[in-house]
């Protein structure tokens, strides 16, 4: 009985060190794109509640490294209830994340820009040297409106026509997006099986100290 409290006690730090650290790099990754995308879209609010979730997986964790080192009912069962909400808000990342279309969303928040250059001036040259592109569809953009291509076009805001980009950031933008989505999804799925193996360590555990307890009273 000792052995296997033993073995649950490993097993649970080490799936709680494991979420701390796959925590802080999802934490990481969604500050990363928040600051690459317009305040108040979809995407914007979809990275703050990410942000929200990594945060709470971080505490979750420490709270459950410290209920595996302490073997307390009372910290175990705690860390089994911030689980539990955790799982749930994951499946429900999860089954949005898989019916969401980003590519579109992208698409759309791209185009709105780009239907109010004035305001968005500064977004859109942004857009265009993080991706590398010129324009919606390129640079014949620019030249159908009559004006010059802005610096944001060039490479190294180098005003020479063989540093002038010739690709669109629509298609850039959701490329990105997709690549995103892909990498958002391994992550989510990780967390996940995680925090269902550190729900099913903490539980086995709680049990275990629980029936301990009891067969020490008689």
């Not at 969303?105 to 239907?115: G, M, V």
């Amino acid at each position: 009985m000792a052995s296997r409290e033993g073995c649950l006690k490993v097993l649970l730090i080490v799936l709680n060190v494991l979420l701390t650290l796959v925590g802080i790099a999802f934490i990481a990754f969604s500050v990363y794109e928040l600051n690459n995308v317009s305040a108040g879209t979809f995407q914007h609010v979809a990275i703050v509640v990410q942000i929200f979730v990594g945060t709470f997986v971080v505490l979750s964790s420490f709270l459950g490294c410290f209920a595996g080192a302490r073997l307390s009912l009372s910290l175990i069962w705690s860390f089994v209830s911030c689980m539990l909400i955790l799982i749930g808000l994951q499946v429900y990342i999860i089954v949005a994340a898989h019916v969401t279309d980003y590519v579109e969303r992208s698409r759309t928040d791209f185009q709105a820009l780009w239907a109010d250059q004035r305001r968005s001036k500064e977004r859109i040259a942004f857009i265009e040297q993080k991706y590398t592109c010129c324009g919606q569809s390129g640079p014949q953009d620019y030249i159908l409106q009559g004006v010059g291509f802005p610096l944001s076009c060039y490479e190294n805001k180098e005003r020479l026509q063989s540093k002038l980009r010739g690709n669109g950031c629509l298609d850039a933008v959701q490329s990105h997006a997709t690549d995103n989505l892909i990498y958002g999804l391994i992550s989510k799925w990780l967390l996940f099986v995680l925090e269902l193996g550190a729900l099913g360590a903490a539980t086995h555990l709680g049990i275990t100290v629980r029936n301990k307890q009891r067969r020490e009273r008689f």
